[in-house]
């Protein structure tokens, strides 16, 4: 089993790959009862953004770590992807879906870890 720290990493490029922009990583190791040990957030500008970041993370963890998500829901719609590594949740968003959302927000114990966007 890989570290999550190498997961995050390696979900982090594949979200670079495409571009994904806005990237946040959330520490919630130390949060009782969350449901996974990090979140990595970003979005896309369009469905089809959306959708090739989506595609990126499990071809890029898939290729460098030997590793398969879970599951992945909302492919299709690609308003909100949310790609399931156990330890790791990748959600992949629209703006607008992303701000109603506020998934930064909604565990403000969790440690915040923001990405440069690669123009």
């Not at 979900?11 to 009862?33: C, F, N, P, Y």
């Not at 879970?70 to 992949?92: R, T, Y």
Request: glycine residues 6%; contains cysteine; aromatic residues 6%.
């Amino acid at each position: 089993m890989k570290s999550s720290n190498q997961l995050v990493k390696t979900i982090t490029k594949g979200i670079q790959e495409k571009k994904g922009q806005d990237i946040i990583i959330a520490d919630l190791s130390d949060i009782d009862g969350a449901i996974a040990n990090y979140f990595v957030i970003c979005q896309g500008n369009s469905p089809a953004q959306v959708e090739a970041i989506s595609e990126s993370v499990g071809v890029t963890v898939h290729k460098d770590l030997k590793e398969k998500p879970i599951n992945v829901v909302g492919l299709g719609l690609n308003q909100w992807v949310a790609i399931d590594f156990a330890d790791v949740l990748v959600h992949v968003f629209l703006p607008e879906t992303r701000a109603f959302y506020d998934l930064e927000n909604l565990w403000e114990d969790a440690k915040l870890t923001k990405i440069p966007n690669i123009d």
